[in-house]
Structure formats: structure tokens, C-alpha cells
């Protein structure tokens, strides 16, 4: 049975509402397992502003099953697909790129000695490219991969870690394909979301999936007071590619995964339990040591500008910017998604947790504030 009283649900619950009451969002999921059970499953809000253009009335309740995008939440789904290979021994964490993926490089050259295990670590040197600002690209991975291709590394591989904020996605994504011979969506879906039941995600939608994806909205910072309708700022210069349709179908396995909170958290509970949840295994309890080993940090990150702990596809606990709770264990691992969404688990208490919004806030204050307050209600509740 999951350790947590009626109280503390309320508990919970309670802060939970309050997030919408203030108008940190319009909607947001909740979904937490305790002991490879759902404890927590919580829903409220709508999906989007009265005005959010999509012509059918206005906006809908959010209930657990409306999907959202999940920015770079996605990168772990991508990385443990790729994990799975290596469990396979189709291929390791110290092989080169190009040696699966010829074109990658040149051979002799700097960028032919990037490794997998830089790519899984954000130590490859390749932390940006020109189709970050080129969502319009996205929707052609062939382009996508001959721009990877192109692109030369800002500092040497390994060197130091900078966050490959979309260029991560890429770069899984081709070798997943080049090994396994699938796309990184349907090698996903086979070797991850399926196996889990995790029935509402996926890198992308499919053509045969309706676009009924929430709308996300960025605020302006401080204006938790305001009504939300009015509050469209910086953030939505970012906000705003991924309510379209061409990105919501576009395969960016850095940022465009599609789903829910509670599917989040079944993965992280699967995670924490070393590789195995409810009689499923997805990966070895030796393969998910590698993935939730620490394998780079910097006090400060070429990308991010603020302290970073790596391991192989997931962030680490225990910095002063991460959004898993205040003074996380450094056992605790997971990832955010661009001031929206967090998924962590902490495998000592057999805790997954994943938060899920569509309102998208300042991230190195509002949205780790926002989030933290909920890490540590679960973390309390749970001890």
C-alpha cells in the first residue's frame, strides 16, 4: 500500500489548487507514486486562456488525461531509449558517434572523438545550432540531422558541460535510429511507453492522433496576482512555436515529447524501482546505475548560466537551482521541462513525482519556486 494518509492528500491537494487559484497557470496535473503504486493523481484547471483561438468555445477542464507538452521533459524518454540498446549490447557508453553513424563526422577530426557517453552528459560540445531558432526546420528530421551533421563543436568534447538544450535530441535520436534501425518515436513507443502502459505519450503526435494538446502560455514574471488572461510575455516568444500543430506532430526529442503527469511519473517509478515496474522491466538494474550516475557537473553551465549536475539523460539532485526540492538528496534524479513541468524520483523512498503544466514561467526563480513547494509537501508526507 502507498504511505500516504488522507490528511496529507488533502495536505497536498490544497497546495496543489492554490498554484491555479493565484494564476500560476490555467491548468496543471499532479501525479505522484509511492512503492510502485499511484498515490497522488490530480487534475484542475482548464487547458488554455478564453481566448486561446481554437475556435471550439474556449478552453476545456484539464483532467489526468489531457496531454501536454512536455519541453525537455522528453529528453529522459529519449535517453533510457537509447539505454535500452546498450542493456541489448548494440552498442556502449564509451563508443564514438561516428563509428554508428558515419556521416556524423569526419574522421581525424575533433568531432569524430565525441562519445556516446558525452552526448547522454552534455559534455559533446555541441550545446547549440542553427535550428534552435528554426522551428519551421523541425518538422524534416533529414534536414534536422544534416544540420547535426554540419555543425562543429564550440569546445572540445568532454571539456565541460554546457546544456545541449535541443541539439540533445537530435543527436539520441539519429543514434537510436542508426542502431536499432526505428525512429526514435517508434523505438520509443516499443521499448518504453508501451511496456509501461503509458498510453498517453509520445515524441510527437501521430498522424492519426488528434491535435488536442493543451495550450501553453507564458507569463510575465511576478504576476501571480494578475488575471492570467493578460499575462503573455518574454516567454512566449518560446511558448509560442509549440502550440502549433507542425511542431506538436514534428519529431524533437528534446522538447516535443506529448503527455501527461501521471504517465511521467509511471516512468519515474519504474526508475526508481531499479528498471521495473508491476512486473515489466525496461532496462537492468546495472543500466539504470549508469543512467542515474553523475557524470558531469559545473558551477556554472555553458547554456544554462547556473550550477548543473549530469548524469546520463537526467539531472541530479543536490544544486541550488534544481527543481526537485529544497536540499534534495543527491540521489534524487529527474528533469524539468522549459519553466512548465518536472519529473524526479528518489529511489530510496521509492518516490516518483512529475508535475505537469501548461502555464510556462521565469524558470530559475517562479517555476523552481512553483515546483519545489510540491516536491517538498511529497517529500514530507512520505517520511
Given at each position: 500500500?502507498?504511505?500516504?494518509?488522507?490528511?496529507?492528500?488533502?495536505?497536498?491537494?490544497?497546495?496543489?489548487?492554490?498554484?491555479?487559484?493565484?494564476?500560476?497557470?490555467h491548468?496543471?496535473?499532479?501525479?505522484v507514486?509511492?512503492?510502485g503504486?499511484?498515490?497522488?493523481?490530480?487534475?484542475?484547471?482548464?487547458?488554455?486562456?478564453?481566448?486561446?483561438?481554437?475556435?471550439?468555445?474556449?478552453?476545456?477542464?484539464?483532467?489526468?488525461?489531457?496531454?501536454?507538452?512536455?519541453f525537455?521533459?522528453?529528453?529522459?524518454?529519449?535517453?533510457v531509449?537509447?539505454?535500452?540498446?546498450?542493456?541489448?549490447?548494440?552498442?556502449?557508453?564509451?563508443?564514438?558517434?561516428?563509428?554508428?553513424?558515419?556521416?556524423?563526422?569526419?574522421?581525424?577530426?575533433?568531432?569524430?572523438?565525441?562519445?556516446?557517453?558525452?552526448?547522454?552528459?552534455?559534455?559533446?560540445?555541441?550545446?547549440?545550432?542553427?535550428?534552435?531558432?528554426?522551428?519551421?526546420?523541425?518538422?524534416?528530421?533529414?534536414?534536422?540531422?544534416?544540420?547535426?551533421?554540419?555543425?562543429?563543436?564550440?569546445?572540445?568534447?568532454?571539456?565541460?558541460?554546457?546544456?545541449?538544450?535541443?541539439?540533445?535530441?537530435?543527436?539520441?535520436g539519429?543514434?537510436v535510429?542508426?542502431?536499432?534501425?526505428?525512429?526514435?518515436?517508434?523505438?520509443?513507443?516499443?521499448?518504453?511507453?508501451?511496456?509501461?502502459?503509458?498510453?498517453?505519450?509520445?515524441?510527437?503526435?501521430?498522424?492519426?492522433?488528434?491535435?488536442?494538446v493543451?495550450?501553453?502560455?507564458?507569463?510575465?514574471?511576478?504576476?501571480?496576482?494578475?488575471?492570467?488572461?493578460?499575462?503573455?510575455?518574454?516567454?512566449?516568444?518560446?511558448?509560442?512555436?509549440?502550440?502549433?500543430?507542425?511542431?506538436?506532430?514534428?519529431?524533437?526529442?528534446?522538447?516535443?515529447?506529448?503527455?501527461?503527469?501521471?504517465?511521467?511519473?509511471r516512468?519515474?517509478?519504474?526508475?526508481?524501482?531499479?528498471?521495473?515496474?508491476?512486473?515489466?522491466?525496461?532496462?537492468?538494474?546495472e543500466?539504470?546505475?549508469?543512467?542515474?550516475?553523475l557524470?558531469?557537473?559545473?558551477?556554472?553551465?555553458?547554456?544554462?548560466?547556473?550550477?548543473?549536475?549530469?548524469?546520463?539523460?537526467?539531472?541530479?539532485?543536490?544544486?541550488?537551482?534544481?527543481?526537485?526540492?529544497s536540499?534534495?538528496?543527491?540521489?534524487?534524479?529527474?528533469?524539468?521541462?522549459?519553466g512548465?513541468?518536472?519529473?524526479?524520483?528518489?529511489?530510496?523512498?521509492?518516490?516518483?513525482?512529475?508535475y505537469?503544466?501548461?502555464?510556462?514561467?521565469?524558470?530559475?526563480?517562479?517555476?523552481?519556486?512553483?515546483?519545489?513547494?510540491?516536491?517538498?509537501?511529497?517529500?514530507l508526507?512520505?517520511?
Amino acid at each position: 500500500m502507498s504511505r500516504l494518509s488522507e490528511t496529507e492528500r488533502e495536505r497536498i491537494a490544497a497546495r496543489f489548487d492554490r498554484h491555479l487559484e493565484v494564476g500560476l497557470h490555467h491548468g496543471a496535473q499532479l501525479a505522484v507514486f509511492v512503492d510502485g503504486e499511484l498515490a497522488i493523481d490530480l487534475a484542475g484547471g482548464v487547458t488554455g486562456p478564453s481566448d486561446g483561438g481554437d475556435g471550439d468555445g474556449g478552453p476545456e477542464p484539464t483532467t489526468s488525461s489531457q496531454r501536454h507538452v512536455l519541453f525537455s521533459c522528453t529528453k529522459p524518454y529519449a535517453a533510457v531509449t537509447l539505454h535500452t540498446l546498450v542493456d541489448e549490447g548494440k552498442l556502449a557508453y564509451d563508443d564514438r558517434v561516428v563509428d554508428h553513424w558515419p556521416a556524423f563526422a569526419d574522421e581525424g577530426s575533433e568531432k569524430a572523438e565525441i562519445t556516446v557517453r558525452q552526448v547522454l552528459s552534455h559534455t559533446a560540445g555541441l550545446p547549440r545550432s542553427p535550428l534552435d531558432a528554426r522551428p519551421d526546420r523541425w518538422p524534416d528530421w533529414e534536414d534536422c540531422i544534416e544540420a547535426i551533421e554540419d555543425l562543429e563543436p564550440t569546445f572540445p568534447p568532454g571539456e565541460r558541460a554546457a546544456y545541449h538544450s535541443l541539439t540533445f535530441g537530435w543527436l539520441v535520436g539519429e543514434l537510436v535510429r542508426r542502431v536499432s534501425g526505428d525512429p526514435i518515436e517508434e523505438a520509443a513507443a516499443k521499448r518504453v511507453f508501451e511496456p509501461l502502459g503509458m498510453t498517453e505519450t509520445g515524441i510527437g503526435l501521430r498522424e492519426d492522433e488528434p491535435d488536442d494538446v493543451a495550450t501553453l502560455v507564458g507569463f510575465e514574471a511576478f504576476d501571480r496576482c494578475r488575471d492570467p488572461g493578460e499575462g503573455l510575455g518574454d516567454h512566449r516568444l518560446v511558448a509560442e512555436p509549440f502550440n502549433e500543430e507542425s511542431v506538436h506532430r514534428s519529431v524533437v526529442p528534446a522538447a516535443n515529447g506529448i503527455g501527461t503527469a501521471r504517465d511521467m511519473a509511471r516512468f519515474y517509478a519504474c526508475l526508481a524501482n531499479g528498471g521495473e515496474l508491476e512486473g515489466t522491466r525496461i532496462l537492468s538494474a546495472e543500466t539504470v546505475d549508469a543512467l542515474t550516475t553523475l557524470e558531469a557537473e559545473t558551477d556554472e553551465d555553458g547554456t544554462l548560466s547556473r550550477p548543473s549536475r549530469f548524469a546520463l539523460g537526467v539531472w541530479k539532485g543536490d544544486t541550488p537551482a534544481d527543481p526537485f526540492g529544497s536540499l534534495t538528496p543527491p540521489r534524487v534524479f529527474g528533469h524539468a521541462g522549459l519553466g512548465s513541468s518536472v519529473g524526479w524520483a528518489d529511489p530510496e523512498t521509492n518516490v516518483a513525482f512529475a508535475y505537469v503544466t501548461n502555464g510556462v514561467r521565469e524558470g530559475s526563480f517562479e517555476h523552481v519556486t512553483r515546483v519545489r513547494e510540491l516536491a517538498d509537501a511529497v517529500r514530507l508526507a512520505r517520511r
